[in-house]
């Protein structure tokens, strides 16, 4: 066992551990529970080996794995009060402060628009970004709303075939995926 792999394990334990807390404090009430569900996903990181990731992968993985432990923990221990206010989870993952930086958010959803036709772009954006309805889409641009609704479908398959080519972005799809109410 290489003694860089455990420094750089303890530095990230360190960088992350206060930030995972907060985060399973945000499904969990219980803060001994918190610590237990982060301590164990740690464990899970090295004996997986998954500690080898980029630093912007492994903070993305360790945040989707921080949710699905404190859910699968919620299912397991049924009796354990779950902290109702989902937004203040929600709130406490996007604090730019200790997370991936607002521009990342935005290189992402500029790539998978990218991966558009122009029209499904343009009819993506005013719909999802700038909330217009559908109907009110299909009048500025002169086309039928079924047509918005086939433009909106396609760019939801695309969207969907980004993530699964990219399976380490799933928390920031997440994070689009509530912005944009897909």
């Not at 122009?118 to 217009?132: A, G």
């Amino acid at each position: 066992m290489s003694e860089n792999r455990k420094e750089q394990f303890k530095l990230r334990f360190e960088k992350y551990y206060p930030m995972l807390c907060k985060i399973a404090n945000g499904y969990i009430a219980d803060q001994d529970d918190c610590e237990d569900v982060v301590q164990t996903l740690f464990i899970n990181v090295w004996d997986k080996q998954k500690d080898a990731l980029p630093e912007e992968e492994m903070l993305a993985y360790m945040k989707v794995a921080i949710r699905n432990n404190c859910l699968t923990f919620l299912n397991n221990n049924k009796t354990y009060e779950k902290v109702s206010d989902n937004e203040n989870a929600l709130r406490l993952i996007a604090d730019d402060s200790e997370n991936i930086p607002t521009t990342d958010y935005k290189l992402l959803l500029e790539n998978v628009l990218k991966e558009m036709p122009p029209k499904c772009r343009e009819v993506f954006k005013m719909s999802k970004l700038q909330k217009m309805k559908y109907k009110e889409i299909a009048e500025r641009l002169n086309i039928s709303e079924k047509t918005v609704e086939n433009h909106i479908g396609k760019a939801i398959k695309i969207i969907r075939a980004y993530i699964a080519a990219n399976p380490i972005i799933t928390i920031v799809t997440i994070f689009i995926s509530i912005a944009l109410n897909l």
